[in-house]
């Protein structure tokens, strides 16, 4: 070989040991990365696990606020106005019942129960009298018959959302009858009254008696007024009633009985209506 060649061959001998000597160095590097890789690797699990606990922490407060509703405001009042009329009222006429139950100007429909206690009777004794369904403003009304002096009551049984109401009204019930002015009870065969007056020019008289069986019995009534005019009835039975309707009254005067031996009789005497609660 020529020296020159040698030389060449000399100088491919040291490229390949520097090359050999490279190969070690690039080997290193590639040992070493994965040792970086291993050594990221747990900084990644050391980290995850710090994360994990606080987003098990956050979630779980979150949970409430996503969970069942809390339960509904308490149910609303409700304004209520409560009427019975008319007062005084004849009994056997109609009672009007009527009344608002409401909370907004619409969406009031609702159904009202209507009840009455009759005076003398226990408080609670309240007895049932039908009902009324309300208008979509809430306005209600009933009729009734008049049967006795009393508290009619209303009552709103509420709702989900609205309280329930009741309101009292008490009525007075009157029945006109006529007035009595005057009455005597006798056992005697003649009798007169004092003298009265009669208020009103019609008047009635009611005389009711009792004779024993034997014999004729009979009885006599009659009104005489001062300055004339004078009315009777008679009866001729051991025991009955008999009524004087007169005309002839609006005047001072008397009554005057007649009967046979031992009859027991009363005299009535009604001028004039008078209203009398009930």
Same mark, same amino acid.
């Given at each position: 070989m020529l020296p020159g060649q040698a030389m060449s061959a000399q100088a491919a001998r040291?490229?390949?040991?520097?090359e050999l000597d490279a190969a070690p160095a690039a080997v290193q590097t590639t040992q070493n990365a994965p040792r970086t890789t291993l050594d990221a690797a747990p900084a990644a699990v050391r980290t995850s696990p710090a994360a994990a606990p606080a987003a098990a922490r956050t979630r779980p407060d979150a949970v409430p606020a996503a969970g069942p509703m809390t339960p509904g405001a308490a149910p609303a009042a409700v304004r209520m106005t409560f009427d019975a009329a008319p007062e005084p009222?004849?009994?056997g006429e109609a009672v009007s019942l009527t009344g608002r139950v409401w909370r907004t100007a619409r969406g009031n429909q609702a159904r009202v129960d209507f009840y009455f206690h009759a005076n003398g009777t226990p408080a609670n *004794?309240?007895?049932y009298q039908g009902f009324a369904t309300t208008t979509d403003a809430g306005h209600f009304s009933h009729r009734a018959v008049a049967q006795t002096t009393g508290t009619w009551k209303a009552v709103y049984a509420g709702s989900t959302s609205r309280r329930n109401a009741a309101r009292l009204d008490a009525v007075q019930v009157?029945?006109?009858? *006529?007035r009595e002015i005057a009455g005597? *009870?006798?056992q005697t065969g003649a009798w007169q009254s004092p003298t009265i007056r009669i208020p009103t020019q019609d008047y009635k008289a009611i005389f009711s008696w009792t004779?024993?069986?034997e014999g004729s019995p009979f009885v006599h009534l009659a009104w005489t007024g001062q300055g004339g005019g004078s009315e009777y009835v008679h009866g001729a039975k051991?025991?009955?009633?008999l009524t004087?309707?007169?005309h002839a009254g609006a005047r001072n005067g008397f009554f005057k009985v007649s009967t046979s031996a031992d009859c027991t009789w009363r005299v009535r005497v009604f001028s004039g209506i008078a209203a009398f609660q009930v």
């Open positions: 040291g490229s390949a040991h520097e009222v004849a009994k *004794s309240f007895t009157f029945q006109r009858r *006529s005597w *009870s006798q004779c024993p069986q051991p025991t009955g009633t004087l309707n007169g």
